[in-house]
């Protein structure tokens, strides 16, 4: 476990990272986790697209890929050195998967959930929202992406399967699971 080590712990930042793969729930189960735990909410891609003044798929388009992550990793190097009160964030599906990112995140000792499900669950799923998914692609290829990825989003914290419950019975889950973990952290300062 990358993040379980005691000195890990006691200098662990209050930021909660959302990670998984595209249709995981990021979104929604951040949305209704941010409400129960009272703190602010952000989506990084939404973070990025109010920065640069273009949407994601915008910026595939114009810029490719390449240029998507380098803004990415200098969005998220922003936000980990902002304040440190208690936020929820939830990272687009490749974020986590790039090693810059992770080794960035893991050395402010910040809590990873990834959220996981299975490729033809996240399939249907991103089939249902209207959101623009530039590597979507055709279904061998979302499948094979999501193999790919896989051993990256496990490096996460904890590791949740999201197949099965609705976002406000998994935020529920949650809630309990990151009090506990910050009352410790508390109780171990
Ligand atoms: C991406 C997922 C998207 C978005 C971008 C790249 C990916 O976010 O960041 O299109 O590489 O899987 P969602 O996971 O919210 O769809």
């Known amino acids: 476990m990358p993040n379980s080590t005691p000195e890990r712990q006691a200098e662990r930042s ?17 949305h209704e986790l941010a409400i129960r ?15 640069i003044g273009r949407s994601v798929g915008a910026i595939f388009r114009d810029s490719g890929e390449g240029e998507f992550r ?29 090693p810059d990112n992770a080794d ?32 979507r692609g055709k279904y061998e290829q979302f499948a094979e992406l999501h193999r790919q990825r896989m051993n990256r989003y496990l490096e996460a914290s904890w590791h949740i399967d999201s197949s099965q419950k609705t976002a406000k019975e998994i935020a529920a889950d949650l809630e309990q699971r990151i009090h506990a973990e910050f009352l410790s952290q508390e109780n171990t300062r």
Request: charged share 30%.
């Open 14 to 30: 209050r930021l909660v990272f959302l990670v998984g793969f595209m249709g995981s729930g990021k979104s929604s189960v951040g």
């Open 37 to 51: 735990l009272k703190c602010e909410f952000v989506d990084l891609d939404q973070r990025i697209e109010a920065r």
């Open 70 to 98: 380098r803004i990415e990793h200098e969005a998220l190097k922003e936000l980990l050195r902002e304040s440190d009160s208690m936020r929820l964030v939830a990272l687009g599906g490749g974020a986590f998967a790039q």
């Open 104 to 135: 960035a995140i893991r050395d402010v000792g910040a809590i990873t959930i990834f959220l996981d499900a299975p490729p033809d669950v996240l399939w249907r799923r991103c089939q249902e929202d209207p959101q623009e998914r530039p590597l």
